[in-house]
Antibody, heavy 123, light 110 residues
């Protein structure tokens, strides 16, 4: 079945780095854009970034621009989020989410979501 | 980019209809027909309920419908059922080529 599985979360000190991964299965990964969305405990959803199906287009929320980098390896069916200069306010569950329609990215809704991976930034 | 504005809570009795609003600006909700709605139960990942303002994905009940007028989008749930109790978030494309979520609405079935 169509599935996304995030990994790489954990506890990290402020100012340090962390890389999240999102492994995809059950669909043609190279045909779909993928979003990262995060949610702090007890708070609402916050869009983080999106990458196009071929990796040529990347868009970021202002809150992470310059610190986070989204990338993908279509040969490994895997999405990444490199997070640098982490801050306490980056503490959240991070979800990867597949766009619903082929070849679209930032304009499209997300029809499949992973279960999320928790990132805690604390000294 | 500021979050879209949603009411914190909306409630209704079983069988009733309720509407959740989502207010933005002409740079997001009002400027594009790329508004989507997500349902989230506690401890679960969000589920897509409506995309492109008013389209329902396959498998989503036709009790859920979406619309837009000016800078405000709306999600209507008709024939409210116990399993509809959840948090609901709107989402819109913006003129900055980004996405923005709403503040979220807790729907309670009385």
């Amino acid at each position: 079945q169509v599935q996304l599985v995030e990994s790489g979360g954990g506890v990290v000190q402020p100012g340090r780095s962390l890389r999240l991964s999102c492994a995809a299965s059950g669909f043609t990964f190279s045909s779909y854009g993928i979003h990262w969305v995060r949610q702090a405990l007890g708070k609402g959803l916050e869009w983080v970034a999106v990458i196009s199906y071929n990796g040529n287009h990347k868009y970021y929320a202002d809150s992470v621009k310059g610190r986070f980098t989204i990338s993908r390896d279509n040969s490994k069916n895997t999405l990444y989020l490199q997070m640098n200069s982490l801050r306490a306010e980056d503490t959240a569950v991070y979800y990867c989410a597949k766009v619903a329609r082929e070849w679209l990215d930032v304009t499209d809704a997300s029809d499949i979501w992973g279960q999320g991976t928790m990132v805690t930034v604390s000294s | 980019q500021s979050a879209l504005t949603q009411p914190a809570s909306v409630s209704g009795s079983p069988g009733q209809s309720i509407t959740v609003s989502c207010t933005g600006t002409s740079s997001d909700v009002g400027g594009y027909n790329y508004v989507s709605w997500y349902q989230q139960h506690p401890g679960k990942a969000p589920k897509l309920m409506i995309y492109d303002v008013s389209n329902r994905p396959s498998g989503v009940s036709n009790r859920f419908s979406g619309s837009k007028s000016g800078n405000t989008a709306s999600l209507t749930i008709s024939g409210l059922q116990a399993e509809d109790e959840a948090d609901y978030y709107c989402n819109s494309y913006t003129s900055s080529s980004t996405l923005v979520f709403g503040t979220g609405t807790k729907v309670t079935v009385l």
